[in-house]
């Protein structure tokens, strides 16, 4: 999968920080961010920033709500993505997608940092949190 540039500066040096194998994961989730905004109609482009110090995508549309993903040194085996507490979406996933990936409270999903990665799992999470104020309106 091609690479997509750090159009921000501290991204590009927040992902150096990461050991290579967690970096792979994260460059991975990064790449389908973008890639569903791209083939999902009204998302259009993404805002990439650091909430919190961990990496962070917002459509800049409105149309979903933040995602976030990180790998933290006190859990090394594993990275995570997370998504607003107030949301349904960590619901969603643990109903919907449980055989597929593990979550944790309301507001992650854990990723082992052994592949496989669930990718068609991830995809459909990171669809619902990036339509996830459409899909509201629209039902």
């Known amino acids: 999968m091609p690479s997509i540039p750090f159009s921000n500066p501290d991204m590009a040096a927040k992902f150096a920080t990461y050991p290579e194998d967690a970096r792979q994961i994260l460059l991975t989730i990064r790449s389908w961010v973008f890639e569903l905004a791209n083939d999902k109609v009204k998302v259009g482009k993404i805002d990439e920033s650091l909430k919190w110090g961990e990496p962070a995508w917002r459509p800049k549309s409105g149309s979903g709500t933040t995602i976030r993903a990180d790998w933290k040194a006190k859990s090394p085996d594993q990275v995570m993505i997370f998504f607003d507490c107030k949301t349904d979406l960590i619901d969603r996933t643990r109903s919907l997608l ?3 990936l593990t979550c944790e409270g309301n507001r992650a999903i854990i990723l082992p940092i052994s592949p496989p ?4 799992a991830i995809k459909t999470a ?6 996830y104020h459409l899909d509201r309106k629209s039902s």
Request: no cysteine; proline share 8%.
């Open 126 to 131: 990171l669809g619902w949190a990036l339509s």
């Open 98 to 100: 449980s055989a597929d």
């Open 117 to 120: 990665i669930p990718e068609d």
